[in-house]
C-alpha cells in the first residue's frame, strides 16, 4: 500500500530542490512532486509593514513523496530531517502514518 509523506520546508528554492533531489535517491520512491501551499500566510501588501526586512524572509516549499510502503515512509521522514540539518532549514513532516 503507497504511503504519501507530506513535507513543509522553510528555505529557498534551491533548498527544496537539494531535499527533493536526495530523497529521490531513495530505492522504491517513484513521484515526489513539490504542491502548492494551501496554508494562508496572512501576508497583506497594503500593511504598513510589508517590505520590511522580518517581513522578508525564505520562502515555504511544500513536498510530497509517494512511498511504496511505511517502511520506505520512515526512511523518507528521517532522510528529511537529517536533510534539513544538513542545508540549516526547517523540515517539518505534515502528517504521521
Same mark, same amino acid.
Given at each position: 500500500?503507497?504511503?504519501?509523506? +507530506? =513535507?513543509? =520546508?522553510? @528555505?529557498? !528554492?534551491?533548498?527544496?530542490?537539494?531535499?527533493?533531489?536526495?530523497?529521490? *535517491?531513495? #530505492?522504491?520512491?517513484?513521484? =515526489?512532486?513539490?504542491?502548492?501551499? /494551501?496554508? #494562508? +500566510?496572512?501576508?497583506?501588501?497594503?500593511?504598513?509593514? !510589508? *517590505? /520590511?526586512?522580518?517581513?522578508? @524572509? #525564505?520562502?515555504? +516549499?511544500?513536498?510530497?513523496?509517494? !512511498? #511504496?510502503?511505511?517502511?520506505?515512509?520512515?526512511?523518507?521522514?528521517?532522510?528529511?530531517?537529517?536533510? *534539513?540539518?544538513? /542545508?540549516?532549514?526547517? =523540515?517539518?513532516?505534515?502528517?504521521?502514518?
Amino acid at each position: 500500500m503507497a504511503v504519501t509523506v +507530506h =513535507i513543509r =520546508i522553510t @528555505g529557498s !528554492a534551491d533548498d527544496a530542490r537539494a531535499l527533493a533531489v536526495t530523497l529521490q *535517491g531513495l #530505492p522504491g520512491i517513484e513521484h =515526489i512532486e513539490e504542491v502548492a501551499d /494551501l496554508m #494562508p +500566510h496572512l501576508d497583506d501588501e497594503d500593511s504598513s509593514s !510589508a *517590505g /520590511l526586512s522580518d517581513d522578508i @524572509g #525564505p520562502g515555504m +516549499h511544500a513536498i510530497e513523496v509517494e !512511498a #511504496p510502503d511505511r517502511e520506505t515512509a520512515e526512511r523518507v521522514r528521517e532522510l528529511a530531517e537529517a536533510t *534539513g540539518i544538513d /542545508l540549516g532549514v526547517p =523540515i517539518e513532516i505534515v502528517d504521521e502514518f
